[in-house]
């Protein structure tokens, strides 16, 4: 049984690119969850999606950055026009439902040139 | 506004002795609580967690300890193992309101041979 997969593992974009961040949750789980590290900082939320609707986006900043979850296929999260405070580890967890605990994947370390 | 928090960056201890790593708390709203452990360039792995109407919850060597008047949660691992040796995250969320979790800063644990 396959873990919380997301990929890429390390993303490098230049200021003013598209970052894409993919999260395929572990099987059988349908509630979907991101967080950001900043170094030396705990992880902060983002956002909560089920299959196609967001469910919970009040850690999101409020320009630049998109999530989704589709019917079919990984969660995306991404953001547009990245600037330098954009690096930042991004972990998504994933539940089978909404009072199960959280099981994370390895992240995407964003760096921004 | 930091509503967990970590004061302890790093705790380092005997193999075979019981380390203790401390969270406190300060939304009274929170009512389920948990701990995951964090190794490098890894995903956070869940460990333990313990409802507000609960004052203990143990699992192995890991046993989680509440105190709401306190706003005060412990984890203590006995014996200690330097398999051990990882970043050890407190996070907390309210139950009625959702899944996101608010995360510590995190404490350092190293486990000495």
């Known amino acids: 049984n396959a873990g919380v997969m997301q990929n890429p593992r390390h993303l490098v974009r230049r200021r003013g690119q598209e970052a894409r961040l993919r999260c395929s949750p572990m099987?059988?789980?349908?509630?979907v969850y991101w967080y950001r590290q900043l170094p030396e900082e705990g992880l902060k939320f983002m956002v909560y999606?089920?299959?196609?609707?967001?469910?919970?986006e009040s850690g999101m900043p409020k320009e630049r950055f998109s999530a989704e979850f589709p019917k079919e296929g990984p969660s995306i999260l991404r953001i547009q026009q990245v600037v330098r405070g954009d690096s930042a580890a991004y972990f998504c967890?994933?539940?089978?439902?909404?009072?199960?605990?959280?099981?994370f994947g390895d992240g995407t370390r964003l760096s921004i040139l | 506004d930091q509503q967990v928090k970590q004061n302890s960056p790093s705790l380092s201890v005997q193999e075979g002795r019981i380390s203790i790593l401390n969270c406190d708390y300060t939304?009274?709203?929170?009512?389920?609580f948990l701990w995951y452990k964090k190794y490098p360039a890894e995903g956070p792995t869940f460990l333990i967690s313990?409802?507000?109407?609960?004052d203990k919850n143990e699992d192995g060597r890991f046993t989680v300890f509440l105190n709401k008047s306190a706003k005060h949660l412990s984890l203590h691992i006995v014996p200690s193992q330097p398999g051990d040796s990882a970043v050890y995250f407190c996070?907390?969320?309210?139950?009625?309101?959702?899944?996101?979790?608010?995360f510590g800063e995190g404490t350092q644990l190293t486990v000495n041979p």
């Open positions: 996070a907390a969320k309210i139950e009625t309101s959702g899944s996101r979790l608010t």
């Open positions: 939304n009274s709203m929170f009512d389920y």
């Open positions: 999606l089920q299959k196609e609707n967001i469910i919970d």
């Open positions: 313990i409802s507000s109407i609960k």
């Open positions: 967890a994933s539940s089978p439902r909404w009072d199960q605990p959280q099981h």
């Open positions: 099987k059988g789980h349908s509630h």
